[in-house]
C-alpha cells in the first residue's frame, strides 16, 4: 500500500509537473532579435532616451516581410515598410517596447516612439526606433534592462558596440552585462520556479543589462 | 495590437475571409473526426511512466531554442540540397516532442478531461494524436489559405491567428463548463446517504449501458466491470447486443479495472476536447510554413508540420496515460467503489472538470499564459 502510494505520489508530481506547470517551457524563443542600442544624453548631462536597432532573425523577418507588395520583388524601401513598422511600434508599446528604465532605482517612464522606420539591405530587416524618456533624469546610476519577460522574443545583443552612450558626460561609466549563459542559469530558475509556482518574472534572467553610473 | 481601430478595409476584409475559411475548414475536419471517431478502439493498458528527471525544465528549454534555430538554415540548405529535408523532418520531429514536453494548456486541458470523464489510457492516445493531427492541420490550412492563396500580410495572419485563439480559449471554457455540470452532478450524489448511493449506481449503469449499443464499444466494458448489474441484463432484452458485442471487441482484458472505464458521453466529448484543444495552431509552425512556401518549399514545410504534430502527439499522450494511470492507482488506493471512495474519486473528477473551465476562463481573461501569437 506504501508503495502504491509512493507511486501515485509520484504520477500526480509528473503529471501536474508536465501538464500544469504553468508558462515555463512554454515560453520558448520564436523570435531572434540582435540588437545594438544607444543611449542619448543631453547637453546638460541628463539622459534622456535610448535609440534601438533590432535585426530580426531570417525567419521572422520572412513571416512579417510575407504579403507586402512592393515595386521590385525581393526589395524593399523604407517607404513601402513604412506601415509594417508603424505596426512594429504599436504592438511593441504592448510590452513596453522590452525596455526597462531604472533611475537610483526608480522606474523612469518612456514616451511613445518617435523616429522609427524599417530597413532592409543583405537580406536582414531591422528596425529603427527611438525612445524618449517622459522626463529626462540626471542619477547616479542608470540601469537599462532589455528583455522580453514572457521569453517569446531572444534578445542578444551585437558582440561589436553592442550598447553606445551619445553626448554623456565624460566622467560616466557603462557598463553592459550580458544574460548570463542560458543553460545552466535557466534550468536552476526553471525548477525554482517550477516548485514555487512563480514564474511571473521568468525573461528576467534573459535581461541584457546596461549600467551606467555618473558620479 | 496590430488590429487596429483605423484599419484599411482591405486589411477587415482579408481577415474575414481568412478567418472564415480557415473555420469553414476546421468544421469539415471537425465532421471527418466525428466520422472516424465511430471506429472502435481497445487493447491493453499501456504501463505507467517512469520517474521524473531532474533539471528537465530548463534542459527542454535549451533544447528547443537550440533546435528551432536550425529550422531556417535546415530549409534553406533543403532547397540545394534535397537530403536536408530529411535533417529538417528529425528537427521538427524533436522539436514536437520538446515543445509539447513542456506546461502548455493543450496537455492540461486533455488531461484534466480524461481525469474528470474516466477515460482509458487508450482513448487518451487518440485524443492526444487527434488534436496534435488537428493543430498541425489548421496550421497548414491557414498560411495555405492566407499566405498562399490570398497573399495575405503577416498582420492579417497575426489577426486570424488571435481570433482562432480566443475561439479556442472560449471553446475550452465552454467544454469546462459542460464538465462541471456532469460531474457536479456525480459528485453531489455521492455527497448524499451512502445507502443511496448503490441505488443512483445502479441508475446510471443502466443509463451507461443503453448508450454502449449506440455509440461504442469502451462503455461496454463499463457495464461490464459491475458483475451483478450485468447479470440482471443478460435476460433482458439487450442479451443478443450484449453478447455480440462481447465476442466481437472485448476478448481483451476482461478485468473490472476502473481505469479501464470509459467515461460517459464518449466520443462525442472527447472530440469536443479535441477541438477545442486542437483549433489553435502553433506559432512555430506558422512561423516555419510561411518561411518555407516563401523559399518555394511549402511542401517541405507542411510535411515539417506534420512530423512537429507527431513528436507533440507522442509527449501528449505520454502524459495523458500518466494522468490516467494516476487517476487509476487513486481509485484503487481509495477503495474503488464504496462509499468515502466513490465520493473521493467523484470530488477528484469534478476538481479535473473545475481545472478545465479554470484553464479556459484563465486563457480568456489572460491570467494563463499562452504561447503569444507572432504579431507584432
Known sequence: ?215 | MSVRPQSHLDFARGLAVCVAVVLAVLMLDGAAHLLMAQTPFGGPRPSGAEQPAGGFVGWLLARQSEVYRQMSSTILAAKSDGSAVWTLLSISFAYGIFHAAGPGHGKAVISSYLVANRETAWRGIVLSFASALMQSLVAVVMVGICAWLLNATAKTMCGAERVIEIASYALIAAFGVRLVWTKGGGFLRALRPPRLVPAMAVAAQHHDHGHDHDHDHHDHSHAHASVAHDHGHDHGPHDHDHGHVHDEHCGHSHGPDPSELAGPGGWRRGLSAIFAVGIRPCSGAILVLVFALLQGLFWAGVLATFVMGLGTAITVATIAVVAVSARGLAQRLSGASDGGGALFMRGVEFAAAALVLLFGVGLLLGYVAAERPTCF
Not at chain 1, 504579403?67 to 526589395?75: F, H, R, S, Y
Request: hydrophobic share 40%; proline share 5%; charged share 20%.
Open chain 1, 1 to 215: 500500500m506504501n508503495s502504491a502510494l509512493r507511486r501515485l505520489l509520484g504520477l500526480l508530481l509528473l503529471a501536474g509537473s508536465l501538464g500544469f506547470g504553468g508558462n515555463v517551457a512554454e515560453a520558448h524563443p520564436h523570435v531572434w532579435i540582435t540588437a545594438t542600442s544607444e543611449v542619448i544624453y543631453a547637453p546638460d548631462g541628463s539622459m534622456t532616451g535610448v535609440r534601438h536597432a533590432w535585426t530580426f532573425d531570417d525567419m521572422f523577418a520572412t513571416y512579417a516581410l510575407q504579403g507586402l507588395q512592393t515595386k521590385t520583388k525581393g526589395v524593399y524601401s523604407r517607404e513601402e515598410l513604412g506601415p509594417l513598422a508603424q505596426t512594429n511600434v504599436e504592438s511593441l508599446k504592448e510590452y513596453n517596447f522590452f525596455t526597462f528604465a531604472k533611475a537610483d532605482g526608480k522606474k523612469a517612464k518612456f514616451q511613445e516612439p518617435v523616429d522609427y522606420y524599417l530597413e532592409y539591405s543583405d537580406g536582414r530587416l531591422t528596425l529603427h526606433f527611438t525612445l524618449m524618456l517622459k522626463t529626462p533624469v540626471k542619477p547616479r546610476e542608470l540601469v537599462l534592462d532589455v528583455f522580453d519577460p514572457e521569453f517569446f522574443i531572444d534578445f542578444t545583443f551585437a558582440d561589436k558596440d553592442p550598447v553606445r552612450l551619445v553626448g554623456a558626460p565624460a566622467a560616466c561609466q557603462m557598463n553592459f552585462q550580458r544574460p548570463n549563459d542560458g543553460t545552466a542559469n535557466a534550468q536552476k530558475l526553471g525548477e525554482q520556479n517550477f516548485l514555487s509556482g512563480d514564474n511571473s518574472n521568468f525573461g528576467a534572467m534573459f535581461a541584457n543589462k546596461i549600467r551606467v553610473e555618473c558620479p
